[in-house]
């Protein structure tokens, strides 16, 4: 393999197959490991890559795991890939459906494991959008694509150079922000997700989020009283499914 290994590689059969589903224009190359037996999901990646023309190569994937950072496990098949297009804010907001809409704005997460299941959880929910920074945040690599087992391909990732900016712009389009912070004084259960395009924003665990942006909350919320036991993947699974919850109960009783 002559190509420089770099974060523009996914591995694993899920989100390779998935990728190969939602937007092949951004493979550019598979990689299979030679002598590999052929399982269903191997033999979809390969009738897939040859339908979009995208070229396959065996090789020695042990040998090429040694230039990753990580020795991550991949199920005998690499994909070069090109950068996920970010979307702009603008154009999001563009985007039509019925009903509010639900955005996750994160806030310095730089740790990409949490990051992939960050996005693994807004696009199981039903979110629309998850919104990050130029700065302080994780790039999209072969680990975010792997945590977040292909869901990064069925939401939009927003990037923006100013978070700040970007939250006066939602408001002004008629969105909530509600931040998470643990000395808050409501509960996340407390709040009404259901009338309302809203924005939840998730912060780091060492520096949680910014004051300039808490201080431009519509609400601030806690989760628990131990919300130190709670990484920030878990705490943000914790408020969406409590918002999803709201919403699916009070679509029941209007159906």
């Known amino acids: 393999m002559s190509e420089n290994v770099n974060n523009n590689y996914i591995y694993g059969k899920n989100p390779i197959y998935e990728l190969l589903v939602k937007n092949p224009k951004r493979v550019n190359k598979i990689y299979i490991q ?14 897939l890559a040859n339908q979009n023309k995208i070229i ?15 020795k991550p496990n991949f199920q005998g098949v690499v994909a070069s890939v090109s950068p996920v297009e970010y ?8 985007i039509k459906k019925d009903g509010y809409k639900k955005l996750i704005i994160l806030d310095g997460i730089s740790d990409p494991h949490n990051f992939g299941a960050i996005i693994r959880t807004a696009a ?3 979110f629309d959008g998850v919104l990050v920074s130029n700065h302080r945040s994780c790039p ?8 977040s087992s292909g869901a990064i391909n069925h ?15 939602l408001k002004k389009q008629d969105f909530w922000v509600i931040a998470t ?10 709040i009404d997700y259901t009338d309302m395009n809203f924005a939840i924003v998730m912060g780091s665990e060492g520096s949680g989020i910014s004051k300039t942006i808490l201080n431009k909350a519509d609400f601030t919320v806690k989760l628990m009283s131990n919300f130190e036991s709670l990484n ?3 705490a943000t699974a914790v408020i969406v499914y409590e918002a999803i919850r709201q919403i699916n109960v009070k679509m029941k009783k209007g159906s």
């Open 34 to 47: 030679k002598n590999i037996s052929y399982d269903n999901r191997l033999k979809k990646i390969i009738e």
């Open 56 to 70: 396959i190569q065996h090789t020695n994937l042990q040998k090429f795991s040694e230039n990753f950072d990580e």
């Open 87 to 94: 979307i702009e804010l603008e154009d999001f907001l563009k």
């Open 124 to 126: 199981a929910a039903g």
């Open 140 to 147: 999209i690599n072969a680990t975010v694509e792997k945590i």
């Open 155 to 169: 939401i939009p990732i927003i990037k923006t150079t100013s978070l700040n900016a970007s939250i006066d712009y």
């Open 181 to 190: 912070q643990m000395e808050a004084k409501d509960n996340y259960y407390e």
């Open 232 to 234: 920030v993947s878990a």
